[in-house]
């Protein structure tokens, strides 16, 4: 990318970003101007999700399909070259799926039965059963035992009828119908139930007490949230991201609790770097959390921890937060980005480039998506006749073109790209 702009400790310093193509990326300032009418925001699961390395969704008759690198089994399918894996694929023996969820290596379906479904690595029990049980034993590989990992789907016993689902790095979390909030699995540090010496692993799905009458659910590794059905937002979490005070410590009195926001909140996403967003029916945006690299928006590195106002955004549609990055959409059909952006051949210094974006910027004008999809490093758009674009990494083949690029340029990072996938 020909950048004019004067970058100050790789921070972006002008009011202007332009692409070798002559496209202006402008700082979002836009008037602080409410939605005419007050947001409705679908609380059906995801039709498409992006993990770490591959991505998965939904066709319009029920069938589940994956493309990217596969690792730990995360594509269900088997490849005869890692090249096969860059293609989309149908998942073989989900059927009638209605959700989906990737994280960096298991994957989760939701079908219209009420059934979750899993597969991939199961090192801290985020498939929500035991492959050492003698009924997932016997038709698991040498490689698979090896692994701990498992390659074919399996439905998850002992949920109620759920009706979306999130596989959040190692812990799963379900939405059942009846609006309670179910969880399994651990990222070794933490665990959504480790309330009054609860244990700090789970192979088996438990409730999560405190969280009743949610319509929609997000989660990320150390934290879940959940929208009740008067538009509260319910964190449960036992670190400061939670989005309440940090003097408000978590504890066993303390694990679930409501954040304090200033409307009824339509839509919430959580960063895998311990940082959130909220939509608001107004169609105002609040973040919190941590800010080391300036992925809140607020123009400075000073963490959050309760909600604060990105007083440059309004009219704002949808909302969806990545590893390191936060995007938006508008009324109008501006697409905003804030946080960093990483390119190069590695997302590892030194063979990475850094640009931080510590301020909502407009990328791209003029977006029709229906659903607005982060993954950590790529994000994607599904418009209403199913096409699916991406922006972001294509290292390993998550974009579904039948190739990944191993290096990328900040153009690339920045351009639309149509996936072979279609709903």
Request: glycine share 12%; charged share 20%.
């Amino acid at each position: 990318m020909k950048a004019l702009y004067r970058v100050v400790a790789g921070v972006v310093m002008s009011l202007v970003v332009t692409g070798c193509d002559g496209a202006s990326f402008p700082l979002a300032g836009m008037k602080d101007v409410p939605l005419r009418e007050p947001l409705v925001v679908s609380s059906d699961g995801p039709v498409l999700s992006v993990g770490d390395r591959f991505s998965i969704g939904i066709k319009k008759d029920g069938s589940v399909w994956s493309w990217g690198t596969d690792r730990n089994g995360v594509l269900a399918r088997r490849l005869s070259s890692a090249e096969q894996g860059y293609w989309p694929g149908v998942v073989d023996g989900v059927r009638d799926a209605v959700s989906v969820s990737a994280s960096s290596d298991f994957a989760l379906a939701v079908t219209k039965d009420g059934s979750v479904w899993s597969w991939g690595g199961n090192r801290y029990g985020q498939l929500g059963y035991d492959l050492d049980d003698e009924m997932y034993a016997q038709e698991r590989s040498e490689e698979e035992v090896r692994g701990n990992f498992s390659l074919t789907p399996h439905v998850i016993p002992g949920l109620p009828r759920i009706k979306a689902a999130v596989a959040a790095m190692e812990i799963g979390v379900a939405l059942a119908e009846d609006g309670s909030v179910w969880a399994w699995g651990s990222d070794g540090d933490w665990s959504p139930f480790a309330e009054n010496g609860g244990p700090r692993e789970s192979r088996r799905p438990l409730r999560i007490d405190g969280m009743e009458r949610i319509v929609s659910i997000t989660a990320s590794s150390s934290v879940i949230a959940g929208i009740d059905a008067d538009g509260n937002l319910i964190t449960a979490g036992v670190r400061d991201e939670c989005g309440r005070r940090k003097s408000a410590k978590v504890g066993p009195d303390s694990l679930v609790g409501r954040v304090a926001l200033p409307g009824r909140v339509v839509q919430a996403s959580l960063s895998s770097v311990m940082a959130g967003v909220a939509l608001l029916e107004n169609g105002q945006v609040w973040v919190w959390g941590w800010n080391g690299s300036g992925r809140l928006g607020l123009g400075d590195v000073e963490s959050q921890y309760a909600p604060k106002r990105l007083e440059t955004l309004s009219e704002i549609t949808q909302i969806a937060a990545g590893f390191d990055y936060m995007v938006a959409l508008s009324k109008s059909g501006d697409l905003i980005y804030w946080g960093n952006l990483v390119y190069g051949s590695s997302l590892e210094a030194p063979a990475s480039r850094k640009l931080r974006l510590d301020r909502p910027v407009v990328i791209s004008r003029g977006v029709s998506c229906s659903a607005l999809v982060a993954g950590p490093v790529a994000f994607a758009c599904v418009n209403k006749s199913g096409a699916v674009r991406y922006m972001g990494w294509n290292r390993h083949g998550q974009r579904g073109i039948g190739r990944a690029n191993p290096d990328v340029s900040l153009d690339y990072l920045m351009t639309f790209e149509k996936s072979l996938w279609t709903r």
